[in-house]
């Protein structure tokens, strides 16, 4: 991969990044600055303390906007803003 195209890459994911924490906010009406939230930082627990009626309309905000689907068997895709931006340029190739 050239430089060129790992810089295009990485600007694609912090585009992404930045989407999916606006739909995190904007979705599950958390009172956070989408750009407080950590990349690494977990959604669950002492992250954004989400809980799991929050694992739902999340998993279907994520279909509704990208046409991901998160299953049962993906839940470890949301132990993270990082882990479920990996699902979802999976999901989307």
């Known amino acids: 991969m050239s430089l060129e195209e790992a810089t295009h890459r990485a600007t694609r994911r912090q585009e992404l990044a930045l989407e999916v924490k606006t739909l995190l906010v904007d979705r599950l009406a958390l009172d956070v600055d989408p750009a407080g939230i950590g990349d690494d930082q977990p959604l669950f627990g ?14 279907m905000a994520v279909e509704d906007t990208f046409g991901v689907v998160i299953t049962d068997d993906d839940t470890h895709s949301l132990l993270s803003l990082n882990r479920l931006l990996d699902h979802i340029e999976a999901g989307r190739a």
């Open 46 to 59: 002492r992250g954004l303390e989400l809980d799991s009626i929050d694992t739902l309309e999340l998993a």
